[in-house]
């Protein structure tokens, strides 16, 4: 394949060549362009802006040095809102993976009706994070709420929990809401790479004597592993941008006790216009990221 | 049996925010919980398009921004991956880094172009949050269609060139019928991410281009929550998603995990 369109872009028809080489320039370059403006723009100028004194109110582009990198160092706020992206992603990433190869496996089988319950399970990942958000609002609404009424129900008597204040159960709710809206991705992705999986090699293994867990540790696991390993990089970075499902269900709150990184940055750019220390938090944040990602994406080459 | 219990407790939350929408006042607010309404109501409904009318112009707002971004991301997108698919343009670290792009986190992105935008007196305009959306679905646009592209058997374009055919009609004429199906499936996605977004049409909108979950969030106000306005919207604002579900299953696998199984 890749030598066939080698040759039509070099070979015998040399004399196009050159006009081939403009062509696919030209190809790319709107797409760039914009790419380049919105993608690369923001970095340069959270940069410089954090190298000055600017607030929302006070435009004085006077330089200010590494002032802000270090307050940012001593900000407790900063390092606990990491602490809680932390604690979010730590627990829901290996809760999702489980529960998606739980229900992955369960799928494997012939199953009357597959499709249609695919299509339900799946659901919660394409609506939109904010109506998430409100669905276990809802659910979990300390009077009205179905779950409250359950549990009442179950305990016997009426229990009143304000789910999204008690700083016992926010983070249960935060982290239930995630789960449910990004289990069915992985639960997806793995369950057409468990598919994918030689039966052949398997059914032998079993045959040999190999328990179940063997045979997944020893066989379907290593098939299924550059597949989850993506799965798990694209949902980890998801969640450590953690933003909408937050902002719905806590705004951060009680105080500051659920606010990840992507609310502190909002909160210190829109709410307290600290023009210059939000583009340090920024550009500090893009470059972690950054390196994060290129680094894992090196690794896996989904490029070939 | 298992898979029955799994699909219900996924399903339930769904149930219960779409039966929100049809309860009547009495029945949204009332304790032990209405877990099946009397009568539909559709009065939730009918009085986001009566009046003033902003909730409903909210909607219009999110169908605008969403398609013409779904169709400008798709003209840019294709022609970038073609050009990848078929000449490798800028090899793998080009390809890194247009991945890279869709990583970056969209809060820390929005607020210097928050400022940028401020500068140039374009914020709460549809040109400019549409161009950020280009921008942020590029990078999975182009990532699914240089799969798809890469499925067309090549000889298809060679004899066409033979045939006399300029570069810019090879891709016309063959490639665009060849690949109508990935650029489909990959256009209804692009058109849910945008429709779904929110960080963006937070900062970057102000009262005239609201799109419709800005404008569900106003209604978890601190006192009180109107369950009424959000349910319903939440309702309107999904029911293009069921649809995409319904209908398009099959794309799914390969739009959800970004075309990053087949590489």
Same mark, same amino acid.
């Given at each position: ?34 790419? +380049? ?13 954090? +190298? ?69 399970? +799946? ?160 550009? +500090? ?20 | ?11 339930? &939350? ?6 929100? %929408? ?9 304790? &032990? ?11 939730? $409904? ?40 078929? $000449? ?42 549409? %161009? ?65 977004? $929110? ?42 998603? $069921? ?21």
């Amino acid at each position: 394949m890749t030598t066939t369109a080698a040759a039509v872009a070099g070979g015998p028809r040399t004399g196009v060549l050159l006009q081939d080489r403009r062509f696919k320039y030209w190809l790319i370059a709107p797409a760039v362009l914009v790419m +380049l403006l919105v993608g690369l723009f923001p970095i340069l100028y959270s940069l410089v802006v954090s +190298l000055q004194n600017v607030t929302l109110f006070d435009q004085d582009y006077s330089w200010y040095g590494f002032g802000w990198y270090e307050f940012l160092f001593e900000d407790d706020r900063f390092w606990e809102s990491m602490w809680h992206t932390a604690l979010i992603t730590v627990i829901a990433l290996p809760t999702e993976l489980i529960i998606g190869l739980l229900l992955a496996r369960m799928f494997l089988g012939n199953l009357r009706a597959k499709p249609v319950f695919i299509a339900i399970i +799946l659901l919660p990942s394409v609506v939109c994070p904010i109506v998430v958000g409100a669905v276990w609002r809802l659910m979990f609404d300390t009077r009205y709420g179905p779950i409250t009424h359950f549990l009442s129900w179950v305990w016997g008597e009426t229990i009143e929990i304000t789910w999204v204040v008690d700083p016992t159960w926010v983070y249960p709710v935060i982290l239930v809401a995630e789960v449910w809206q990004w289990f069915p991705f992985m639960f997806l992705i793995l369950l057409a790479a468990l598919s994918n999986v030689d039966t052949d090699l398997t059914d032998a293994a079993e045959v040999d004597g190999a328990g179940f867990w063997t045979t997944f540790i020893r066989i379907s696991l290593p098939a299924i592993w550059p597949v989850m390993f993506i799965a798990i990089l694209i949902r980890g970075l998801d969640l450590v941008r953690i933003f909408d499902i937050v902002f719905v269900v806590t705004k951060g709150g009680p105080g500051t006790f659920t606010e990840t990184t992507p609310i502190y940055m909002y909160i210190t750019g829109f709410h307290q216009f600290e023009t210059s220390y939000t583009g340090a938090m920024v550009f +500090l944040v893009i470059v972690l990221l950054s390196i994060v990602v290129v680094t894992a994406l090196r690794r896996v080459e989904i490029s070939r | 049996m298992g898979v029955c219990v799994v699909v219900l407790v996924v399903a339930f &939350p769904l149930y219960w925010l779409f039966i929100m %929408a049809f309860k009547s006042a009495e029945e949204m607010y009332s304790v &032990p919980p209405v877990y099946w309404p009397a009568e539909p109501n559709l009065g939730n $409904f009918i009085v986001l398009f009566s009046g003033i009318n902003e909730d409903a112009r909210t909607f219009l707002n999110s169908l605008i921004i969403a398609t013409s971004t779904t169709i400008i991301t798709m003209i840019l997108g294709t022609m970038c991956a073609y050009s990848m698919a078929r $000449f490798r343009t800028g090899g793998h670290n080009f390809a890194i880094w247009i991945m890279s792009q869709r990583m970056l986190p969209a809060i820390a992105i929005v607020f210097p172009l928050f400022l940028a935008f401020a500068f140039l007196d374009i914020l709460d305009t549809f040109p400019a949050i549409i %161009a950020v959306y280009v921008a942020f679905n590029l990078p999975f646009a182009i990532w699914m269609m240089r799969g798809y592209i890469q499925d067309i058997p090549i000889e298809l374009e060679e004899s066409a060139l033979v045939d006399g055919c300029t570069r810019w009609q090879v891709l016309y004429k063959v490639i665009l019928p060849m690949a109508r199906a990935g650029i489909f499936a990959t256009a209804v996605f692009t058109f849910i991410f945008t429709w779904n977004e $929110f960080v963006f049409a937070l900062v970057l909108s102000n009262k005239d281009i609201i799109t419709y979950p800005v404008q569900v969030t106003g209604y978890f106000a601190v006192q009180q929550t109107y369950w009424n306005k959000v349910g319903a919207m939440s309702i309107l604002g999904s029911i293009p998603i $069921f649809f995409t579900v319904i209908f398009l299953q099959r794309y799914l696998v390969r739009g959800i995990s970004m075309g990053a199984l087949k590489g």
